[in-house]
């Protein structure tokens, strides 16, 4: 059963989680095992749990214990339950609680490459996102779209980032994801490398002369499928662009010359992971 602590002491040592650590603080890159997150909101929080991702503690305003948090607080065991008023709460943490909810959770390890995609058909590659929300929208989109697993670059943002993980409606905990390298120079000449190693064939999203229309037959019939997206503004490195097997673009009316990386990614998913 879990254990309902009245918040009395915002410096307590505990609550450093939600009021004190910095996103690269929990992560904690140079001890990934002890690496932290934070999920918000009842649903966000059970997606993490149904994914097996482990509580350390909730913060809730009081008025939830009983109700919306009821049945997620039923799962937690042992994990102690921090509450307090919403207008101490926001003092606390400094924003409001939206939601009303937070649970801090320990990260998983990652999986290789390889053991990640074994059996995937279509993956998407992700070069240096660095914007938590596109990160978490494209995550969404790859949930719904059918895409069966991501891979980031070593310099995105971190999936687990707090808003990468609301944006994502909890998404990032149902799409098998993990790092493609575990340094700028592992990509993208080595990272591609081992995804034609795996069968991949590979497809940048870019405008180039030779860029085929997303809907092109050839991509359609590849058994085995990445699709590479690069970073906001600059989109692909021309280095990535030369080495992936295809480069497509979406076709644009009325003048527009390209999409939002987030929204470029939904509709390459929903042409290129549907039917296959």
Not at 131 to 160: E, H, K, W, Y
Request: aromatic share 6%.
């Amino acid at each position: 059963m879990s254990i309902i602590v009245e918040i009395t002491d915002i410096s307590a040592p505990e609550l450093a989680v939600y009021t004190r650590l910095t996103e690269a603080q929990l992560r904690n890159r140079l001890r990934p095992q002890e690496g932290l997150f934070i999920a918000e909101s009842p649903k966000v929080i059970g997606y993490a749990l149904d994914a097996g991702y482990a509580p350390v503690s909730l913060l809730t305003e009081r008025r939830h214990i009983a109700g919306k948090a009821a049945a997620l607080i039923a799962r937690l065991g042992d994990v102690p339950v921090y509450t307090a008023e919403s207008a101490a709460l926001q003092a606390l943490t400094g924003y409001p609680l939206t939601r009303g909810v937070l649970c801090a959770m320990r990260r998983k390890p990652l999986l290789s490459v390889e053991a990640l995609c074994g059996a995937a058909r279509r993956v998407a590659v992700l070069e240096n996102i660095v914007d938590a929300t596109n990160l978490g929208a494209i995550f969404r989109s790859a949930a719904a779209l059918g895409v069966d697993a991501v891979l980031l670059t070593p310099s995105c943002c971190d999936p687990l980032n707090r808003r990468a993980v609301r944006v994502s409606m909890g998404t990032v905990f149902q799409v098998p994801w993990t790092y493609i390298g575990d340094a700028p120079g592992d990509w993208p000449q080595a990272g591609l490398a081992r995804l034609s190693a795996l069968g991949y064939r590979s497809v940048a999203l870019a405008l180039t002369d030779r860029s085929v229309s997303i809907d092109d037959a050839i991509l359609k019939a590849q058994p085995r499928l990445a699709l590479v997206l690069g970073t906001e503004g600059d989109g692909l490195s021309p280095e990535t662009i030369a080495r992936c097997d295809f480069t497509a673009r979406i076709p644009m009316a009325h003048g527009v010359d390209s999409l939002n990386v987030a929204a470029a990614g939904a509709v390459a998913f929903w042409e290129l992971c549907r039917q296959i």
